[in-house]
């Protein structure tokens, strides 16, 4: 393990060379250049000057040099595939039993965010089911559970195994039309989906199983999110709107398998994760079946006896397939993820997009601007005025976004405001990139018309604007 760590860890320096002399003094030029247009640095002094397919794989424009190393191992982990056990390559084997991928990237296309399939012929391969069934008088949820877990499936429907396991079952995603109708006439047809789980081989579901389809979510920005201190998020909370407004965001409180109690969580499209580490041991265990310290057990129910069954990739001194080493890789490479800058934020539309943004009340989940925490552990992310564009808060989205599925305090129409930094980089990193927390909405007009709950006045002002004044709005979430 060790001598393979210290080859990616030289391959990398030889890697870096021209990245890190030229482009890092290169961002360092242009942050000068905008120095007097922070909006346009979305990540602060982290933020990258770029806009191609690999916007979202670039390291924190002022990471220190030496610790591009690490950020280049870490990738090395989350791109390249996992392997069955046992295998001669011990630093990445022990994939499955039960999977929905053998690597990060297949589901965080070039760092960004995934699809929901094109058609039943697809596999889900970056979209994945989460399962669970409600709780009752006689089975409550323990304060470390975020779900009472499916009885035969568990948390998470996984559609791949290694041979001589049966892959749980295929995802069906299913859609019919919504018409949505525009004050000057204009229609837009939404696509309303319904998700059914075929090829069951390990029994049916329980009668009030709940299914709630996910996308992978874009991995930028997200050691600036963590930055961000608690004392911030909770200030901002106003779960009875004691100010009238008609928003009562409120925090999701999640357990943390690091510290052993209950802690705000920020990650994850229902706020249900705590950190970027436990998000990132847990996407390991349930996507790609792979355990570690905090997750030390494969994902297999009573029900799968070839699964509990099956070779794991431990090592002789029985070290978890993840070993804390290459988990700390993992997390601080994606941690350190940049946020592209701004682009066109001098365009007249653009400027007029932002101005209606605020008018249509967007900016009272989606909070524009914070300031990160001065004592956060990575010195460079600390101390940042960043531009994320999101409270993450809890919000009632209305019942068409509606999965009807808990997440610890987070209720069935509740989702965390995701942030809108690099948004408008959607589909230049990945042209199948879907928008919402299950890909359903095809463009950003799709995504907006989609919003209810506490943004239903909002959506509804849209709705009233005039296509220049969409269109301009549009031109704003396309800057970001």
């Given at each position: 393990m060790?001598k393979?760590l210290s080859c990616?860890?030289?391959s990398a320096f030889?890697?870096l060379?021209?990245?890190?002399?030229n482009?890092?003094?290169?961002?360092?030029k242009?942050i000068?250049q905008v120095?007097q247009?922070?909006?346009?640095?979305?990540?602060?002094?982290?933020?990258?000057?770029?806009?191609?397919?690999?916007a979202?794989?670039?390291?924190s424009a002022n990471?220190?040099l030496?610790?591009?190393?690490d950020f280049?191992?870490?990738?090395?982990?989350?791109?390249?595939?996992?392997v069955?056990?046992?295998?001669?390559?011990?630093a990445r084997?022990?994939?499955?039993p039960?999977f929905?991928t053998n690597?990060c990237q297949n589901c965080?296309?070039?760092d960004?965010?995934?699809h929901a399939?094109?058609s039943?012929?697809d596999?889900?391969?970056?979209?994945?089911v989460r399962l669970s069934?409600p709780?009752?008088a006689?089975h409550?949820?323990k304060p470390?559970?975020s779900v009472?877990?499916e009885?035969?499936?568990?948390g998470q429907?996984q559609?791949?195994?290694?041979?001589?396991v049966e892959?749980?079952?295929?995802?069906?995603?299913?859609?019919?039309?919504v018409i949505?109708?525009f004050?000057d006439?204009?229609k837009v047809t939404?696509?309303?989906p319904?998700?059914?789980?075929?090829?069951?081989a390990?029994g049916?579901?329980?009668?009030?199983?709940?299914?709630s389809?996910?996308?992978?979510?874009p991995?930028i920005?997200l050691?600036?999110l963590?930055?961000?201190?608690?004392?911030?998020?909770?200030?901002?909370a106003d779960?009875?709107d004691n100010?009238s407004?008609?928003?009562?965001?409120r925090?999701?409180?999640?357990?943390s398998?690091e510290?052993n109690?209950?802690m705000?969580?920020?990650?994850?499209?229902?706020?249900g994760?705590p950190?970027?580490?436990?998000?990132?041991?847990g996407?390991f265990?349930?996507?790609i079946?792979?355990?570690?310290?905090?997750?030390?057990?494969?994902d297999?129910?009573?029900?799968?006896v070839?699964?509990l069954?099956?070779?794991?990739?431990?090592?002789a001194n029985n070290v978890?397939?993840?070993s804390d080493k290459?988990?700390?890789?993992?997390t601080?490479?994606?941690?350190?993820?940049?946020?592209?800058?701004r682009?066109?934020?001098?365009?007249?539309?653009?400027?007029?997009?932002?101005g209606?943004?605020t008018e249509?009340?967007c900016?009272d989940?989606?909070?524009?601007?914070w300031k990160t925490s001065p004592n956060?552990s990575?010195s460079?992310l600390a101390?940042?005025t960043?531009?994320?564009?999101?409270?993450l808060?809890l919000?009632d989205m209305?019942e068409?976004?509606?999965?009807?599925?808990?997440?610890?305090?987070?209720?069935?129409?509740e989702?965390?405001?995701p942030?809108?930094?690099?948004?408008?980089l959607?589909?230049?990193?990945?042209?199948?990139a879907g928008?919402?927390?299950?890909?359903?909405?095809?463009?950003?007009?799709?995504?907006i018309?989609?919003?209810g709950?506490?943004?239903?006045?909002?959506?509804?002002a849209?709705m009233?604007?005039?296509k220049?004044n969409r269109?301009a709005?549009?031109?704003f979430l396309?800057s970001?």
């Amino acid at each position: 393990m060790i001598k393979i760590l210290s080859c990616i860890r030289l391959s990398a320096f030889v890697l870096l060379g021209v990245y890190s002399i030229n482009n890092y003094a290169n961002d360092a030029k242009n942050i000068e250049q905008v120095s007097q247009k922070n909006s346009a640095l979305s990540g602060g002094g982290a933020t990258v000057f770029a806009a191609g397919r690999n916007a979202f794989s670039l390291p924190s424009a002022n990471i220190p040099l030496l610790e591009k190393l690490d950020f280049n191992v870490g990738n090395s982990f989350f791109r390249n595939p996992w392997v069955i056990a046992p295998a001669s390559t011990d630093a990445r084997d022990g994939l499955g039993p039960l999977f929905n991928t053998n690597g990060c990237q297949n589901c965080h296309i070039k760092d960004g965010r995934g699809h929901a399939p094109s058609s039943h012929s697809d596999n889900a391969v970056s979209l994945l089911v989460r399962l669970s069934i409600p709780e009752t008088a006689t089975h409550l949820r323990k304060p470390h559970e975020s779900v009472i877990a499916e009885p035969n499936y568990g948390g998470q429907l996984q559609d791949f195994a290694i041979p001589g396991v049966e892959p749980e079952g295929r995802v069906r995603i299913d859609y019919s039309d919504v018409i949505m109708t525009f004050v000057d006439g204009e229609k837009v047809t939404l696509r309303k989906p319904s998700i059914s789980i075929t090829q069951l081989a390990y029994g049916e579901l329980h009668p009030s199983a709940q299914l709630s389809a996910r996308i992978a979510p874009p991995m930028i920005g997200l050691g600036l999110l963590e930055a961000i201190s608690e004392k911030d998020i909770r200030q901002l909370a106003d779960p009875d709107d004691n100010d009238s407004n008609g928003i009562s965001g409120r925090t999701n409180e999640v357990w943390s398998k690091e510290k052993n109690q209950l802690m705000l969580g920020r990650f994850g499209w229902k706020a249900g994760e705590p950190t970027v580490h436990q998000q990132n041991a847990g996407a390991f265990n349930g996507d790609i079946g792979l355990t570690s310290s905090l997750f030390q057990k494969d994902d297999c129910t009573a029900a799968q006896v070839a699964c509990l069954k099956a070779p794991n990739g431990n090592n002789a001194n029985n070290v978890l397939e993840v070993s804390d080493k290459i988990l700390n890789f993992v997390t601080f490479y994606t941690k350190n993820l940049a946020v592209p800058a701004r682009r066109n934020i001098d365009k007249s539309s653009v400027r007029v997009g932002e101005g209606l943004f605020t008018e249509l009340g967007c900016v009272d989940c989606h909070r524009p601007k914070w300031k990160t925490s001065p004592n956060y552990s990575m010195s460079w992310l600390a101390n940042q005025t960043i531009y994320p564009y999101t409270d993450l808060l809890l919000h009632d989205m209305g019942e068409g976004l509606a999965d009807n599925r808990p997440e610890f305090l987070a209720n069935g129409r509740e989702w965390r405001t995701p942030p809108l930094w690099g948004i408008g980089l959607s589909k230049v990193v990945s042209k199948e990139a879907g928008f919402l927390h299950d890909g359903r909405a095809r463009n950003l007009t799709e995504a907006i018309l989609w919003h209810g709950g506490e943004a239903s006045a909002s959506q509804q002002a849209f709705m009233m604007l005039s296509k220049n004044n969409r269109n301009a709005v549009i031109d704003f979430l396309n800057s970001l």
